[in-house]
């Protein structure tokens, strides 16, 4: 679970980073860093995938989401990535992501759409992502039930 949770960070960053129409509400744009990330299995065992990932590459506590009003979203991968840092940044060029309601849709060409629910609590916007409304969505196995994502606004 450990190394899917890794790979669906990674695919989730490319799917936010490469959609394909705009526009995002106030309450989304600015940078962002994500702070906590959960992984539930179909038998119902929670994952942390964040401190698997930070176990894996420590430098991620310090990579950023800026989310711009037209849709587009830039990730700022610190220097401390090493090689890293230029195959994550070139991954999330050209992206776009858009709202309704409190589902955010990403888009892309090259990866199946994805719906997460949004939810806001102060400073933090938390993302939800549910497998059996995203079928066409890689799950390794069958063997992820959700995703929670949260972010804290800096």
Do not use: H
């Amino acid at each position: 679970m450990k190394n899917a949770g890794i790979f669906l960070l990674f695919l989730m960053g490319w799917q936010i980073n490469n959609s394909v129409f705009a526009q995002l509400p106030s309450s989304v744009t600015g940078t962002w860093k994500r702070t906590a990330m959960t992984s539930v299995d179909i038998n119902g065992t929670a994952s942390d995938d964040n401190a698997s990932m930070l176990k894996a590459m420590p430098c991620a506590k310090n990579i950023t989401y800026t989310f711009k009003a037209d849709g587009s979203i830039v990730t700022n991968v610190p220097d401390e990535c090493g090689a890293l840092k230029k195959t994550l940044e070139s991954m999330n060029g050209d992206g776009k992501c858009t709202m309704t309601g409190n589902k955010l849709i990403v888009t892309s060409s090259k990866i199946p759409t994805a719906t997460y629910q949004v939810d806001f609590k102060g400073n933090m916007m938390i993302w939800f992502f549910d497998y059996s409304t995203n079928p066409k969505t890689l799950n390794p196995g069958g063997k992820s039930k959700s995703m929670t994502i949260v972010y804290t606004k800096i």
